[in-house]
């Protein structure tokens, strides 16, 4: 078993910025990926960024050239880096970690309002 804990989240004026951070913690051998998901009310789940255990990196068309995800390998810390922040980015968001077996888990999420 995994657990994920986020922490970061917050309120930020348009233009500013957050640093999300996603903890896993438990049996972290074998992940293959680890990623931010988001959720905005009345939305669907939207993919945000991820990053591979080879160092791979992708993001959402909304994210690129604003948000940038790392990985701190020996503490198992995903950060996600958001920068020129927009209120449609408003939404909670989720760290997600894929390890081998397909075993997959999802953090409790962590709330981000973008308003003036």
């Known amino acids: 078993q995994v657990q994920l804990r986020e922490s970061g989240g917050g309120s930020v004026q348009p233009g500013g910025s957050l640093r999300l951070s996603c903890a896993a913690s438990?049996?972290?051998?074998?992940?293959?990926?680890m990623a931010w998901y988001r959720q905005a009310p009345g939305k669907q789940r939207e993919f945000v960024a991820a990053?591979?255990?080879?160092?791979?990196?992708s993001y959402a068309v909304s994210a690129k050239g604003r948000f940038t995800i790392s990985r701190d390998n020996a503490e198992n810390t995903v950060y996600l880096q958001m920068n020129s922040l927009r209120p449609e980015d408003t939404a909670v968001y989720c760290c997600?970690?894929?390890?081998?077996?397909?075993?997959?888990?999802w953090g409790q999420g962590t709330q981000v309002a973008v308003s003036s």
């Open positions: 997600h970690l894929l390890q081998s077996g397909r075993y997959e888990y």
């Open positions: 438990g049996s972290t051998l074998g992940i293959i990926r």
């Open positions: 990053i591979f255990s080879s160092g791979s990196i």
